[in-house]
């Protein structure tokens, strides 16, 4: 049984796109007979809480360490040479590019001669709220190490097709695209739109609240929707829930906005957006949204900001909307509700793009690349 290393900057319950990434991944090989191991920071992501040193999850141990020096977001210093030599996985497998563990596993990786896999995870997209040292850190990053560390791993998996140019700027020509994947329990009971089908009147955002995800958008529109006069909008209602992850606080006083700061699982998403017309995902930034994708699988009409894991996804119109601001969001919510009978096509065309990610055709395409080791 072939031993496999996950490394990943944050674990369970970490609501976090690389960490679901990562857990689907050893998942799958678990079941197709690796013996798989995880390790990762011993922070849950967006606060100081600090997770216990092992863990197991659907039979994956997984391994914690202590961040001894942090740069900034993912980018943390822990250490793990002697549990790795322990370890001694036949393969590799690092989520994150850019990332101290990442350059501290490959050259583990090639020093004991491992096959050393990358998932990039899409860290290109410019964020005018990260702080010009860490954009002074990527800069000399890319300059200095990353043409020659992206030459040293056996594959580089991109999550998305946007991040080409940007890896081939950094002289990576072949890399694997290998998108996240939806789980199939989002495809299950899905009946398909119907022109006659009657809004709920419900918009709902759900994940991690962070400031990354820009949530004022949907506070400040709540607001505005409150105190008009427009009869077409006057009776929606917004739910915002997920834990806190990087806002000092978060609060509304808008009536017709729940603000809800507990976490949740899939079932209760998926409750959730069954009773609910459409998904608001106003991030500055994201590589590949996994909530995007789900509620898109639920038939749910989907607004994302014009981020580039947004762009890829949405086609505007046609099986969901882009918005670039607060005025365009509400601009887009009135054009729904005053055209929801022709709102069903949109739904389906959701549906079909979002089986594209089916998790078994993910699942295929990372078997493949198994397969050759």
């Excluded at 860490?134 to 946007?162: G, H, P």
């Excluded at 962070?210 to 949530?215: A, F």
């Amino acid at each position: 049984m072939k031993k496999v290393l996950i490394l990943v900057p944050y674990s369970y319950p970490s609501k976090c796109g690389v960490w679901s990434r990562a857990y689907l991944d050893a998942k799958y090989l678990k079941s197709k007979g690796f013996d798989v191991t995880i390790f990762s920071s011993n922070i849950l992501k967006g606060t100081n809480e600090k997770l216990p040193k092992s863990d197991e999850i659907d039979g994956i141990k997984i391994l914690r360490f202590k961040v001894l020096f942090k740069l900034g977001g993912s980018s943390m210093f822990w250490f793990f040479a002697i549990k790795f030599l322990r370890l001694n996985p036949s393969i590799v497998h690092t989520h994150g590019f850019r990332h101290p563990h990442s350059l501290m596993s490959l050259i583990l990786g090639k020093l004991t001669f491992k096959k050393v896999l990358l998932t990039t995870h899409a860290p290109f997209e410019k964020d005018n709220n990260r702080s010009i040292f860490l954009k002074i850190i990527d800069t000399l990053y890319d300059l200095i190490i990353a043409r020659i560390e992206l030459k040293l791993y056996n594959n580089v998996i991109r999550i998305s097709n946007w991040e080409v140019p940007y890896l081939k700027k950094l002289g990576v020509k072949n890399s694997v695209f290998i998108p996240n994947g939806v789980n199939e329990i989002f495809n299950e009971g899905v009946t398909s739109p119907s022109k006659s089908d009657v809004p709920f009147k419900r918009v709902i955002f759900m994940g991690r609240l962070d400031p990354v995800k820009r949530l004022e958008w949907i506070i400040n529109v709540a607001e505005q929707i409150e105190t008009s006069s427009n009869n077409v909008l006057k009776d929606i209602k917004f739910l915002i829930r997920g834990s806190l992850n990087g806002y000092d606080s978060l609060e509304s006083k808008s009536s017709n906005l729940t603000l809800d700061k507990t976490s949740y699982d899939y079932s209760e998403f998926i409750r959730e957006l069954d009773t609910s017309d459409i998904y608001i995902l106003p991030s500055i930034r994201e590589a590949l949204p996994y909530t995007l994708l789900e509620a898109m699988s639920r038939g749910k009409i989907v607004i994302t900001s014009n981020s580039l894991g947004g762009l890829e996804v949405v086609k505007n119109g046609i099986n969901g909307f882009i918005v670039s601001n607060e005025t365009e969001l509400r601009e887009v919510l009135e054009y729904i509700y005053s055209n929801w009978d022709k709102m069903y096509k949109i739904r389906t065309e959701a549906i079909n793009r979002a089986l594209e990610y089916n998790i078994n055709l993910v699942n295929e395409k990372l078997g493949k690349i198994y397969k050759q080791f």
